[in-house]
């Protein structure tokens, strides 16, 4: 076969192949880690006069152990969750809301742990591999991106008693060069806290009964708790004297 | 009098829109998260550097160089080389002025480093290799066949305008060979100077 017709045969091929192979690097798909634990609360119905308020004292949030901002679509994203249970009367967030004393509420910490584990290393030379190759093992060569959740939430009943509840969920990203898009990314977020916060909401709806306006009496003092110290008390010193006091009558007139 | 070379238009053209670009008030932060992608026009002036005494070509002109990458990590690195990984794919365009009025263009994939710098300010550096088609192969000493591959390395620094719009102006290495398929394959190296705008999304 002639050279010439021999390379241009071969840069035909090689064309055709690449445009196959790029076409097919476009995929991507998220792969959910399984819940830790299958429940079905069934269905709880309450009464409307049963139901009380929740407030939302605190959302903190961090990302592999560093204290981050709340976003206001996570906190409306919290509330909604909550607010679909159909526990609570109404909800709010935030430490300005006050309410009256005398009401039956329930008060709202959350604690949002993010993991993120980028597979960076991996992506990097996965990354030079498939340029080195001038893009023919994008198909071959899937990336990923890892994230984690962890919701903590602690509702504390008008009188003092607190329950703890916490979901967790993960879930990586597989995709391959040409189907990454930030879109992506936040997708496996949204898939990862819905989870989350679904499997909180099976928590809480077992405990309907707890939560119920009936279920204990308003306590009326402000003061839930108070810390007493035993004062010691001031021993007369053995060596000290004693002060005479005279105390005179006064003169009647 | 010869009129200017679409590179050295298009590299008006692209400063002219840059410098317009109204400034903001607020803080620019490019926010770069995985599967962001970049395009990007730079142009420069090829300058040849004939580092044997077997090389005598004094090739030069201008050159275009449009471009695709996407951010494949998040940000990497504790210090000063905190950065993000960027792949992607580029087509350089050179227009031989010297010795003959020549042209070349080639496909090269290209991974380039992007530093975290001031935020604003941020410097990179690329690595980019592919084949390279040009005809003033075979009419110089130096390269004896028209299909040759182009490898280049440089960095540059980008100046985010806007969070998602950055002009850039760096330096590169270029060499051309044919990878020993042909002899003479003495390769052609060169500096290239250039400027050009990036757009992220």
Same mark, same amino acid.
């Given at each position: ?30 792969e ?11 269905? *709880?119905?309450?009464?409307r ?36 249970i @159909? ?47 001038m ?20 509702l ?18 597989r ?16 898939? !990862? ?6 499997e ?8 309907t ?37 005279s ?7 | ?7 050295a238009?298009i ?7 840059? #410098? ?16 962001? *992608? ?15 005494t077997?090389h005598?070509?004094k090739?030069?002109?201008p ?9 494949l ?11 993000q ?5 580029e087509?350089?365009?050179?227009? #031989? ?6 042209h ?6 290209k ?5 975290? @710098?001031?935020?604003?300010?941020r ?7 592919g084949?390279?088609?040009?005809d003033?192969? @075979?009419r ?8 040759n ?15 998602q719009?950055?002009?850039? !102006? ?10 020993g ?16 705008f990036?757009?992220?999304?």
């Amino acid at each position: 076969m002639n050279p010439n017709t021999l390379r241009r045969v071969t840069f035909w091929c090689w064309a055709t192949v690449s445009i196959l192979l790029t076409a097919t690097g476009c995929s991507r798909w998220i792969e959910m880690a399984p819940p830790s634990e299958m429940l079905d609360p069934g269905a *709880q119905q309450i009464a409307r006069d049963e139901q009380v308020p929740l407030i939302i004292d605190v959302v903190h949030t961090t990302r592999n152990g560093s204290p981050q901002h709340t976003s206001v679509e996570m906190q409306q994203r919290i509330l909604g969750s909550l607010a679909e249970i @159909g526990l609570f009367s109404h909800l709010s967030s935030g430490t300005h809301v006050e309410s009256p004393s005398n009401d039956k509420i329930v008060r709202a910490k959350i604690l949002l742990s993010e993991t993120i584990d980028p597979h960076a290393g991996g992506a990097a030379w996965k990354g030079i591999v498939i340029g080195a190759s001038m893009y023919t093992l994008t198909p071959f060569l899937p990336l990923e991106y890892g994230y984690a959740a962890n919701v903590t939430l602690e509702l504390e009943r008008w009188d003092g008693q607190v329950k703890r509840y916490e979901g967790r969920s993960a879930g990586t990203a597989r995709y391959q060069l040409f189907g990454a898009t930030p879109i992506m990314i936040e997708e496996l977020k949204g898939h !990862v806290t819905e989870s989350c916060l679904n499997e909180l909401a099976k928590q809480i709806i077992r405990d309907t009964a707890f939560y119920t306006a009936s279920s204990a009496p308003i306590s009326r003092s402000d003061i839930r708790t108070v810390s007493i110290r035993r004062l010691s008390p001031r021993t007369p010193d053995a060596s000290s004297t004693p002060i005479p006091i005279s105390v005179s009558a006064p003169a009647d007139r | 009098m010869t009129s200017p070379s679409l590179a050295a238009r298009i590299t008006l053209a692209a400063l002219v829109s840059t #410098f317009t670009i109204p400034c903001q008030a607020e803080e620019v932060r490019p926010r770069l998260t995985v599967g962001t *992608q970049e395009i990007s026009l730079s142009a420069g002036y090829l300058l040849p550097h004939r580092l044997t005494t077997e090389h005598t070509t004094k090739q030069s002109g201008p050159a275009l160089m449009p471009s695709w990458a996407m951010v494949l990590t998040d940000p990497i690195g504790k210090s000063f080389y905190r950065g993000q990984l960027l792949l992607g794919a580029e087509i350089v365009y050179i227009q #031989f002025q010297e010795p003959f009025l020549t042209h070349g263009v080639g496909f090269t994939p290209k991974i380039k480093y992007l530093f975290e @710098g001031t935020g604003r300010l941020r410097p990179y550096i690329e690595f980019a290799g592919g084949p390279f088609y040009t005809d003033l192969g @075979g009419r110089i000493p130096e390269e004896s066949s028209r299909f040759n591959f182009i490898l280049t390395a440089g960095g540059g620094l980008s100046w985010f305008f806007t969070s998602q719009f950055s002009f850039n !102006v760096g330096y590169r290495f270029h060499h051309i060979s044919n990878a020993g398929t042909r002899m003479p394959n003495l390769g052609l190296n060169s500096s290239l100077p250039f400027g050009g705008f990036s757009f992220y999304f």
